[in-house]
């Protein structure tokens, strides 16, 4: 069984365009994630959302919006996109509130942007 | 604040010698270690976590780390690599409290490993 699982594993499109990302977490953790990792494989935090709550919103530009049905699911839509918006995105789910716990990944997304 | 440093972007071994793969952290809190394992084309596994209890935290695949304070560092060994070992390996810091469980990663080491 899939513990966090993303849609789709690759996604090509066009600038201009507007997509989105599926995420689905099947642990029972309360907290989930998502991280971009770039083109050097270079990780960062975007947004977290705890209980279907914004928590954590680092400096990403506002074409990004994610959205959290409930806390098994976090989904990334990202509007008019650009050939900078290439990269590999992970979700992550976790316990909240407690560093000592570990994130969970899924696979990610590899988005190429044309 | 927190931050890690990865020394090393790159490491090379025989199959069969040791591995050593070295992270300095840096963090206003007391902090949560992690090593995290990347094969390629595949999503983040974790190794092993440091989370103030032992300092010589063992992992899976027989990977170990060891925190070490006055050093600031959290450095990632194994005795003997396997060719199944070859992949990115990122070291990540988290505050124990506070700070919303935000992971901070390592610029990442690419472990290659040769016969």
């Known amino acids: 069984d899939t513990a966090v699982s993303q849609t789709p594993k690759y996604l090509v499109t066009q600038m201009g365009n507007d997509k989105s990302i599926k995420c689905e977490q099947n642990l029972g953790h309360d907290t989930m994630y998502w991280y971009k990792q770039d083109s050097k494989k270079f990780l960062k935090i975007m947004f977290s959302?705890?209980?279907?709550?914004?928590?954590i919103n680092e400096t990403v530009p506002n074409r990004f919006s994610p959205k959290s049905p409930d806390k098994a699911h976090l989904n990334l839509h990202i509007n008019s996109l650009e050939l900078g918006d290439s990269a590999v995105y992970f979700c992550a789910s976790s316990h909240h509130g407690q560093g000592t716990t570990e994130a969970f990944f899924g696979q990610g997304t590899r988005l190429t942007v044309v | 604040a927190q931050s890690v440093t990865q020394l090393d972007s790159h490491v090379s071994v025989s199959e069969g010698t040791p591995v050593l793969l070295r992270c300095n952290y840096s963090?206003?809190?007391?902090?949560?270690l992690f090593w995290y394992v990347q094969h390629p084309n595949k999503g983040l596994q974790l190794l092993l976590k440091y989370t103030s209890a032992a300092t010589l935290v063992k992992g899976i695949n027989g990977f170990e780390a060891e925190f070490k304070k006055s050093e600031t560092s959290f450095h990632l060994t194994k005795p003997s690599a396997h060719m199944s070992d070859a992949a990115e390996y990122f070291c990540?810091?988290?505050?124990?409290?506070?700070?919303?469980?935000?992971?901070?990663f390592g610029t990442g080491t690419q472990l290659k490993v040769e016969l």
């Open positions: 990540v810091v988290s505050p124990i409290t506070g700070g919303g469980n935000k992971l901070t």
């Open positions: 963090s206003s809190y007391s902090p949560s």
């Open positions: 959302y705890n209980n279907k709550e914004l928590i």
